[in-house]
């Protein structure tokens, strides 16, 4: 009998560790199926062979560096020079910065031995140890004459356009037009335009100027704030907006969710259908992403802010009532019970026996969410028209002026940064403070 017994146990335990070896590996088998289903799915040897290591280097470029445009309109023969080759950034007639030689032939150096001029009726461009390259537009096209007999790779020609890019620089020549883009490192007129009178000043000339009269102070605040290649007055108002619609959203889906969490609380509210009704309330309205949320409304309301803040407080108030509902279903009895013993009624035992003991769990979580939700109101202003997250996409779209989409998200990250120290600064006062109290 104990035999029997014995061999049963023994064949048991076979067949448990034969179920247990064949789920160990079955578990990795289903991984790397998995991995090797997504490796073709995704095309990931056609996205490494259509990725650009060329094209990846120039955005990165672009980032921290901008381009001067140096432009003839060959019809005319008029020549502008602009930063980023905007209007806001152009400089006056006649003025150039001093690469640029204007008259009759436009002179641009652009160092190192390279030289582009723009002659009556040809362009040419004098490579170091490659020769003169001549571009003549006329009505058929772009005629180009090189010094060698083949075209080097950083040579685009074909009949209406001529590209040809260096390390020095860009030159295009087109039948109407011929242009020439110069890089330099930084962030140029980021804080004074072209126009204003404190362009070009050093930080010494700048103070040197306050010291000797304080009017001088407000007007450089005033050109700073109102520079219209960087619109910085601007960007502190989406800031703000942003800030703004996620403070409004979690803050607004707190107060909403925190009396019907009690409806859904199983020591609160004994009726089985009710918490049920309430539950699946709460797990549709945050089943529903907030970028859903948020065009459901913008169609609703209109863009804007307020759409932000209103998508951000339906999604929350299904996380915040879950959450809640959790809480107080873990609340202690006794205290209560003690509250009770006193005379109180339902309202203060409400007041005086559960609020403090949720309190800390609910600011934890409160805080924790306006924290996330700063970086969602980014995305979300990008929908409904408002915030920083407008600017980014604005900047993006454009696909020229990237050192913006740097500065935009440079400053998304900032706030970020900020909106943790803040939350956790703030956490450590009112839960630390009420623990210290206790």
Do not use: C
Request: no cysteine; net charge neutral; charged share 20%.
């Amino acid at each position: 009998m104990t035999m029997i017994a014995t061999d049963d146990l023994k064949g048991t335990a076979d067949r448990l560790f034969a179920r247990k070896r064949r789920m160990a590996l079955a578990v990795p088998a289903m991984i790397l199926a998995y991995l090797v289903f997504t490796f073709f799915a995704f095309d990931i040897p056609g996205l490494s062979e259509r990725a650009s290591i060329d094209n990846a280097r120039a955005l990165v470029a672009d980032t921290y560096s901008y381009k001067t445009h140096v432009t003839r309109q060959n019809r005319t023969g008029e020549v502008s020079v602009a930063i980023e080759g905007e209007r806001k950034g152009s400089y006056p007639d006649g003025t150039a910065p001093d690469w640029v030689s204007l008259g009759d032939e436009t002179v641009i150096d652009l160092e190192g031995g390279h030289l582009v001029t723009f002659g009556i009726n040809s362009v040419t461009y004098s490579v170091p140890g490659y020769g003169v390259i001549t571009a003549t537009p006329g009505n058929s096209g772009v005629e180009l004459v090189l010094p060698g007999a083949e075209v080097p790779d950083w040579i685009n020609a074909s009949k209406t356009r001529v590209s040809i890019t260096t390390e020095a620089g860009r030159l295009s020549v087109t039948k109407a037009r011929s242009e020439v883009f110069r890089y330099f490192t930084g962030w140029e007129l980021f804080f004074f335009t072209l126009d204003s009178p404190f362009h070009g000043k050093s930080f010494g000339e700048l103070t040197r100027m306050v010291l000797s009269d304080t009017s001088t102070f407000p007007a450089i605040l005033h050109d700073i704030w109102h520079n219209s290649m960087w619109q910085h007055g601007q960007v502190v108002w989406a800031l703000f907006e942003t800030v703004l619609m996620a403070f409004l959203g979690t803050m607004g889906a707190a107060m909403v969710a925190l009396p019907v969490a009690f409806l859904a609380a199983r020591n609160f509210t004994p009726l089985r259908t009710v918490r049920f009704v309430i539950r699946r309330v709460f797990d549709f309205v945050r089943g529903v992403d907030g970028l859903i949320w948020t065009i459901i409304l913008a169609r609703a309301f209109g863009p804007g802010p307020l759409t932000g803040a209103l998508a951000i407080l339906i999604t929350d108030t299904g996380s915040f009532g879950k959450m809640f509902s959790e809480a107080l279903e873990n609340v202690d009895e006794k205290q209560i019970e003690g509250v009770a013993s006193t005379g109180a009624k339902p309202l203060q035992r409400y007041r005086f026996g559960v609020i403090p003991q949720v309190t800390p769990i609910f600011l934890s979580q409160i805080l924790y969410y306006l924290e996330s939700n700063t970086r969602s109101a980014t995305i979300i202003g990008a929908i409904t028209g408002g915030g920083i997250g407008l600017l980014l996409t604005q900047a993006m779209i454009t696909q020229k002026d990237w050192e913006e989409v740097a500065y935009y998200i440079t400053l998304i990250i900032l706030m970020v940064m900020a909106m943790d120290w803040f939350s956790g600064w703030l956490r450590r006062r009112l839960i630390q403070g009420d623990e210290g109290g206790h």
